[in-house]
């Protein structure tokens, strides 16, 4: 994992329960698959659309899911918004 990469987990570990997508009574566990999902998708398709990747990520999702209680149904939502952040966080360095 690069830098921004770690830097992007780090900031969602301290602020996902500010996030549109927080859901009362969830915690940090439940949201880092999702989260780490979107951070590592970017890294690999860093020129890609979210929206073309989300087939393989539901796939990819069933598989680093462990214990979360997110769906892939309200995880995509997150690991998008993870995708995004670490998006603004180069555009704006």
Known sequence: ?????????????THY???PFYR???????YAPAIYLG???RG???E??????????????AQVRQG?????????EVAEAAWHSIHDEAVAA
Not at 24 to 30: A, I, K, Q, R, Y
Not at 48 to 61: G, I, M, Q, S, T
């Open 1 to 13: 994992m690069h830098a921004a990469q770690l830097r992007s987990l780090s900031y969602w570990a």
């Open 17 to 19: 329960k500010q996030a």
């Open 24 to 30: 009362e009574g969830l915690s940090f566990s439940d």
């Open 39 to 41: 951070i590592a998708a």
């Open 44 to 46: 690999d398709h860093p």
């Open 48 to 61: 890609a659309c979210f929206k073309d990747l989300e087939a393989e990520l539901e796939e990819r999702y």
């Open 68 to 76: 979360s209680r997110l769906n892939w149904i309200r995880a995509v």
